[in-house]
């Protein structure tokens, strides 16, 4: 399973943004006041913590906290990691994820690595509950590879509006997912 999740931690890092600062959520009430009184990206860059936060905005959620590579698992305001951690922590959390794939999806042993990669990486993004429900999860073990390939592109949207960036997320797990080597 190490070529797999290589390959998993690869095509993640493509799309999942690295911050060694907690951040609140892009949905939350907290992130879009820092967007709005032009504090983000001093907050991003550990500028400006929660005590340098006006009043009225620290009482707002942020819920939830992410930090490192898309981590949401006990993080909170005020975390901050290193490089190295943020890294441990993706594989750490990635080697989840892959173990959860495959036994999801039974018919991913035995075939090229790069399936079970894209599907660890799309199960990263949605969720491991949602990615067992998907259309993608229930194809592969049809064995339907080509209707799996395209369920794929299912899973565009957030908050019911279809978003650029998982477009092009989806279109490339599903070519990886197709392709024999990346």
């Known amino acids: 399973m190490e070529q797999e999740l290589q390959i998993a ?23 879009k006041a820092l967007s709005a009184n032009n504090l983000l990206r001093k907050w991003l860059k550990g500028e400006v913590g929660l005590s340098d936060i006006p009043k009225d905005l620290q009482k707002l959620s942020g819920a939830p906290w992410t930090i490192g590579w898309g981590e949401t698992r006990g993080v909170k305001c005020g975390d901050v990691w290193t490089q190295e951690e943020a890294d441990k922590r993706l594989e750490a959390r990635v080697a989840e994820f892959l173990t959860s794939t495959i036994k999801t999806c039974t018919k991913l042993n035995g075939e090229p690595p790069e399936r079970a990669a894209a599907c660890t990486s799309l199960a990263y993004n949605i969720g491991k509950d949602a990615f067992a429900k998907s259309t993608v999860a229930r194809k592969i073990n049809e064995g339907s590879w080509h209707c799996a390939a395209d369920a794929f592109l299912m ?6 509006v279809e978003m650029e960036g998982l477009v092009k997320r989806r ?12």
Request: hydrophobic share 40%.
């Open 9 to 31: 931690v690869k095509i993640i890092k493509m799309f999942e943004g690295c911050n060694l600062v907690a951040y609140p959520d892009p949905a939350s009430d907290f992130y």
């Open 155 to 160: 899973w565009t949207k957030a908050g019911g």
């Open 171 to 182: 279109n490339i797990e599903r070519e990886i997912f197709m392709s024999r080597s990346m």
